[in-house]
């Protein structure tokens, strides 16, 4: 077989997607035990563990945008041309896996947590944004993409289902307050995550492989101090927003997760606070929505692939039923229902299997955006896009936890208090309902923007193949030259590089989304 002939079957998609087993499934753990266990058997005060997480946040909130100007232009380096620009980073960080293990030793001082913790932001961004882009850079084949996207984020969610249940089961063995559960944890985790990594290190190839993606740089354009590379990744993530389909893309992304952030955060004060449960119910409730969320991520990859749903209809499906859950919930709280825990299950059912499409299309739609990208600036620059979406993504959740502490402290909350001011209440079911459904509001509209479709996804990739041939940009037709506007927001003879992405001229800055 050919390698312009190399095909994306299940095997493969699940040979690429099992790296998201260390990306859902690490953070995941963190997320859960970490700070008990800092708080619980290392010795360090809330302050100084909290203080871990928010250095930890800033850093990684650079570090992943420079991880992918790296990765992008790791191709000019020896290294890059002898191991692949983003594959030489999966295998140099599987054997690094076992740092993850560091993380759960006891008795150590404040740096020590610190330089760990760092340490696997560090790797997280190393291993993550490169393998991102992969999607892309594999295949660029609609339903294959779709395929290996929907396989990363049942992986994902396989990850953060074993991160809260396999500590418990360990609890079985060792007790519950022996801090040997969570050593014994950070160990299988990292060997579950050195073996993940290494597998889509066999399992995947990058675009090079495939077909001539890198025109010849010229001499020296790769060089220079650091301040010329600074200033060049600066303005390549700037430019990455030049993009109408990325623009309209972050939009769609970052408010529909953010929504769901909101959600989360102040779920458990509904149910214990709103409806008088108790803190168990929640468990239970999420937990039902979190195992329908691996069939459900599997429901939306069919729609796309086999029932040819546009990424813009699934979404809002996915919202829609979003939307009816929200309501649920406010005529519950409004009229002081005693919902059934078996009505409340299942509404839990559809929560789970909306809230997969939510989370899975977004990042099926990230790997074509490098598409369109490269009919605007004649480059695969799949690891600036990969850094931009990590940045935002951190950025907001952050913004977004912090207005929630503002607002119910401002509502009178009272943490701990087994009975709250109606104002409060208030507030609780503010957030969870209205601003939720705001924020997926402004993806429901962008939704009708958005001109991604399997079809214009195809006249894009076969234009690019034309111009790549030699074609001349005057012999393009009119119904590609709209696809190509609706998609990029340049006008055609504005593309293929004759648009550049650094120093545009006013006149070629192109629509707005």
């Known amino acids: 077989m050919k390698p312009t002939q190399r095909r994306v079957g299940y095997g493969t998609a699940i040979g690429y997607g099992v790296t998201d087993l260390f990306g859902g499934g690490a953070f995941a753990i963190i997320g859960t035990w970490l700070l008990f266990f800092y708080t619980t058997y290392c010795g360090l005060s809330v302050l100084e563990a909290g203080s871990i997480f928010a250095i930890a946040r800033v850093i990684d909130a650079v570090l992943s945008p420079i991880m992918g100007y790296i990765t992008d232009n790791f191709a000019n380096t020896w290294l890059g041309r002898r191991f692949g620009r983003r594959r030489f980073f999966l295998i140099l960080s599987a054997p690094l896996m076992f740092l993850y293990a560091l993380l759960w030793v006891t008795d150590m001082g404040y740096w020590y947590y610190l330089g760990t913790y760092l340490s696997i932001e560090l790797l997280s961004a190393m291993v993550l944004v490169p393998w991102e882009t992969l999607a892309a850079e594999m295949t660029n084949r609609y339903t294959e993409r779709a395929k290996l996207s929907g396989v990363r984020m049942i992986c994902s969610q396989l990850g953060g289902f074993l991160a809260v249940s396999v500590p418990g089961v360990i609890m079985q063995f060792t007790g519950k307050d022996n801090p040997m559960t969570y050593t014994y944890t950070g160990l299988l985790f990292s060997a579950i995550f050195c073996i993940a990594v290494f597998t889509t290190w066999m399992c995947t190839w990058e675009a090079k492989d495939v077909r001539e993606e890198f025109e010849p740089e010229p001499e020296g354009a790769n060089s220079g101090n650091l301040w010329h590379h600074l200033k060049s990744l600066v303005l390549d993530l700037l430019s990455s927003f030049k993009i109408k389909m990325f ?41 039902v929505a979190a195992f329908v969320s691996v069939p459900g991520t599997f429901v939306f990859m069919m729609l796309l692939s086999k029932l040819n749903f546009t990424p813009s209809g699934a979404l809002r499906l996915s919202y829609s039923c979003i939307f009816a859950v929200l309501a649920f919930l406010f005529y519950a709280y409004i009229n002081n229902i005693n919902v059934s825990v078996v009505l409340f299950s299942a509404v839990f059912v559809v929560l789970g299997v909306s809230r997969a499409g939510l989370y899975f299309i977004p990042w099926n739609i990230y790997s074509f955006i490098p598409d369109v990208d490269e009919i605007v600036t004649k480059k695969r620059r799949e690891g600036i896009f990969a850094g931009v979406m990590v940045l935002t993504r951190k950025s907001t959740v952050a913004l977004a936890i912090m207005l929630i502490g503002v607002v119910l402290e401002e509502s009178g909350f009272v943490k701990g208090q ?43 990739i076969k234009e690019v193949a034309r111009l790549k041939l030699g074609g001349n940009l005057a012999d393009c037709d009119m119904e590609t030259r709209k696809v190509i506007k609706d998609l990029t927001g340049y006008e055609y003879d504005k593309v293929w590089g004759n648009t550049p992405g650094r120093k545009a001229p006013a006149s070629l800055t192109p629509e707005s989304p």
Do not use: C, N
């Open 247 to 287: 623009r309209q893309h972050i939009i769609i992304y970052i408010a529909s997760f953010t929504a769901m952030d909101v959600f989360g955060s102040v779920f458990t004060y509904y149910v214990v606070y709103g409806l008088h449960q108790d803190a168990a119910a929640v468990s239970g409730y999420l937990s």
């Open 418 to 460: 087994g009975e709250q001011p109606i104002e409060a209440l208030h507030a609780i079911v503010g957030l969870m309902v209205f601003a939720t459904a705001a924020l997926l509001s402004i993806s429901f509209w962008m939704t009708f923007k958005f001109k991604l479709t399997r079809e214009s996804h195809k006249t894009l």
